[in-house]
């Protein structure tokens, strides 16, 4: 033992850096490679696993569509042009997938909205989660009433403003005293307008004046008449002239034959015979069997309804006959403007026959009735015709002249009308647009009155606007496709509880 012992202290120690390797280090060196090898495989597996999650969002990307902003309906996945109008495609926005802050809501008193879930302080039922479509639509609280259906807000880049060439105007107060022009068309004046009668029946003798539209003077013969019922009345008078000119010393008696001689001339006076006939009558001592009519005044004779040898009784019309130096224009104005309508108010005609002329008149009076098919109120003016250029039966355009106080007004182009609803859409930060429904009042060339939905110095739209509504109406409507569901939720959630 003390041999091998002093044998081992003189073995000669090994060179540094050759030693024998301690025990066990072989097995260290492949548990570390081992490790090595697992550690590499897992970042291996990480970074292709988080590129390809990369790779295929950006084909979700890439995935965009294009639509006709004239026809939203045509929709495709490749620029161009709509097979339909011809205009450029535009990119279709991209739906939100961003989930906006959970509301609850009362479905017994949907507007009961709070940020966290409890019970309806109204009613005492538990809260439930509002679907985010109507999450958005709470936000437009403030705007209850004036929303337009089938249509949201759009948001549109200012570089895509100046494409499509966007206008717009204030909302201001301004006077709308510039005119209302209505439709309207010529007529005679009622009251310069006669029709000849006769008032003892017979036949026509002979026409003096035997057409329509023949002017006439006033105490020109216009026919001539057989009646047998007038010479039976010419025979009483000279019987009673006769009697009442024999002398006789009874004064009763020739009291009685004067008062029968009066009633002789006032018969025919009923008869239509002027003083000068009936004073013929007596001096020829001839009974007439024929009377002549003559025209009331000067004018035109609108209607002629009798020819040579006709029967005509007392209840038919022979000629209609117009003063034509005065007319009348009848128009029809909207409820809402009627209250800007007023007797008096001078009034300009133009006519499609005289294009370079102008007829001055005025409001003459109003009619007390609206129609019942078209909503509106007839007005009559009054026009000197002195030249004759306004003949009944014409249509013209009718500018009156309102005098006005200052009012809420908008350009007339800002207002759409989808034949429902009239709208407008808002600016708000210089790129979004929100439609809203508005209600307008009097209605001039160029502006319209503003009675309820805008507020002074709000800006509006007023160019390219049909543009916006069709991008607009798209928009809801794809909304609307992605949402069905959720449409439903607030009606099932209400009709779950019962008070």
Same mark, same amino acid.
């Given at each position: 033992?003390?041999?091998?012992?002093?044998?081992?202290?003189?073995?000669?120690?090994?060179?540094?850096?050759?030693?024998?390797?301690?025990? %066990?280090?072989?097995?260290?060196?492949?548990?570390?490679?081992?490790?090595?090898?697992?550690?590499?495989?897992?970042?291996?597996?990480?970074? =292709?696993?988080?590129?390809?999650?990369?790779?295929?969002?950006?084909?979700?990307?890439?995935?965009?569509?294009?639509?006709?902003?004239?026809? @939203?309906?045509?929709?495709?996945?490749? @620029?161009?042009?709509?097979?339909?109008?011809?205009?450029? *495609?535009?990119?279709?926005?991209?739906?939100?997938?961003?989930?906006?802050?959970?509301?609850?809501?009362?479905?017994?008193?949907?507007?009961?909205?709070?940020?966290?879930?409890?019970?309806?302080?109204?009613?005492?039922?538990?809260?439930?989660?509002?679907?985010?479509?109507?999450?958005?639509?709470?936000?437009?609280? %403030?705007?209850?009433?004036?929303?337009?259906? +089938?249509?949201?807000?759009?948001?549109?880049?200012?570089?895509?403003?100046?494409?499509?060439?966007?206008?717009?105007?204030? =909302?201001?107060?301004?006077?709308?005293?510039?005119?209302?022009?209505?439709?309207?068309?010529?007529?005679?004046?009622?009251?310069?307008?006669?029709?000849?009668?006769?008032?003892?029946?017979?036949?026509? !003798?002979?026409?003096?004046?035997?057409?329509?539209?023949?002017?006439?003077?006033?105490?020109?013969?216009?026919?001539?008449?057989?009646?047998?019922?007038?010479?039976?009345?010419?025979?009483?008078?000279?019987?009673?002239?006769?009697?009442?000119?024999?002398?006789?010393?009874?004064?009763? *008696?020739?009291?009685?034959?004067?008062?029968? &001689?009066?009633?002789?001339?006032?018969?025919?006076?009923? &008869? +239509?015979?002027?003083?000068?006939?009936?004073?013929?009558?007596?001096?020829?001592?001839?009974?007439?069997?024929?009377?002549?009519?003559?025209?009331?005044?000067?004018?035109?004779?609108?209607?002629?309804?009798?020819?040579?040898?006709?029967?005509?009784?007392?209840?038919?019309?022979?000629?209609?006959?117009?003063?034509?130096?005065?007319?009348?224009?009848?128009?029809?104005?909207?409820?809402?403007?009627?209250?800007?309508?007023?007797?008096?108010?001078?009034?300009? *005609? /133009?006519?499609?026959?005289?294009?370079?002329?102008?007829?001055?008149? !005025?409001?003459?009076?109003?009619?007390?009735? =609206?129609?019942?098919?078209? /909503?509106?109120? !007839?007005?009559?003016?009054?026009?000197?015709?002195?030249?004759?250029?306004? /003949? @009944?039966?014409?249509?013209?355009?009718?500018?009156?002249?309102?005098?006005?106080?200052?009012?809420?007004?908008?350009?007339?182009?800002?207002?759409?009308?989808? %034949?429902?609803?009239?709208?407008?859409?808002?600016?708000?930060?210089?790129?979004?647009?929100?439609?809203?429904?508005?209600?307008?009042?009097?209605?001039?060339?160029?502006?319209?009155?503003?009675?309820?939905?805008?507020?002074? %110095?709000?800006?509006?739209?007023?160019?390219?606007?049909?543009?916006?509504?069709?991008?607009?109406?798209?928009?809801?409507?794809?909304?609307?496709?992605?949402?069905?569901?959720?449409?439903?939720?607030?009606?099932?959630?209400? +009709?779950?509880?019962?008070?």
């Amino acid at each position: 033992m003390a041999d091998m012992t002093h044998q081992s202290f003189d073995q000669e120690p090994m060179p540094e850096g050759e030693e024998a390797p301690p025990k %066990g280090m072989k097995t260290m060196a492949h548990i570390r490679w081992g490790i090595l090898i697992v550690l590499s495989i897992f970042a291996v597996f990480m970074v =292709v696993n988080y590129f390809g999650g990369c790779s295929g969002g950006g084909n979700q990307a890439a995935a965009v569509k294009y639509y006709c902003p004239m026809h @939203p309906t045509y929709i495709t996945d490749k @620029p161009g042009e709509c097979p339909i109008c011809g205009m450029d *495609l535009i990119v279709m926005p991209a739906q939100s997938k961003t989930s906006a802050a959970v509301k609850y809501y009362c479905p017994m008193d949907t507007t009961y909205i709070k940020d966290a879930p409890g019970e309806c302080p109204i009613c005492g039922m538990d809260l439930v989660v509002m679907p985010q479509k109507a999450q958005a639509s709470s936000s437009m609280a %403030g705007m209850e009433g004036f929303e337009v259906p +089938g249509t949201a807000e759009v948001t549109i880049e200012p570089h895509r403003l100046q494409m499509i060439g966007i206008r717009t105007a204030k =909302v201001e107060r301004r006077p709308l005293d510039d005119q209302i022009t209505l439709a309207g068309s010529v007529a005679a004046d009622e009251t310069r307008t006669h029709k000849v009668t006769i008032r003892a029946s017979g036949w026509v !003798k002979e026409l003096f004046v035997d057409q329509t539209g023949q002017y006439v003077k006033a105490g020109q013969p216009l026919l001539s008449i057989y009646s047998q019922e007038l010479y039976q009345a010419g025979q009483d008078l000279l019987v009673a002239k006769n009697s009442a000119d024999q002398n006789t010393p009874d004064t009763s *008696l020739t009291a009685m034959r004067r008062k029968l &001689l009066d009633a002789a001339r006032q018969r025919l006076h009923l &008869l +239509g015979l002027a003083d000068t006939d009936i004073d013929a009558i007596e001096q020829s001592g001839t009974a007439q069997s024929t009377i002549t009519l003559h025209s009331p005044v000067s004018g035109y004779v609108l209607e002629k309804s009798v020819s040579p040898g006709q029967y005509v009784g007392m209840e038919q019309t022979l000629y209609t006959v117009a003063d034509l130096s005065m007319i009348w224009v009848i128009a029809e104005v909207y409820e809402q403007n009627l209250s800007d309508v007023k007797v008096g108010q001078p009034a300009t *005609l /133009r006519l499609a026959a005289y294009p370079d002329e102008t007829f001055e008149g !005025k409001v003459g009076f109003i009619y007390p009735s =609206v129609s019942e098919t078209t /909503r509106t109120i !007839k007005i009559r003016l009054e026009f000197a015709n002195h030249d004759l250029h306004l /003949r @009944p039966g014409m249509f013209g355009d009718v500018a009156v002249q309102l005098g006005g106080e200052n009012v809420l007004a908008v350009p007339a182009e800002a207002v759409m009308d989808d %034949g429902d609803v009239k709208y407008v859409f808002v600016v708000s930060e210089g790129k979004h647009f929100t439609p809203r429904k508005v209600s307008v009042g009097r209605t001039t060339t160029d502006w319209m009155e503003v009675v309820g939905g805008l507020a002074e %110095g709000e800006e509006v739209v007023t160019s390219a606007n049909f543009l916006i509504d069709s991008e607009s109406r798209l928009k809801a409507a794809v909304a609307g496709m992605g949402g069905a569901s959720e449409k439903a939720e607030i009606p099932v959630a209400a +009709g779950e509880h019962n008070h």
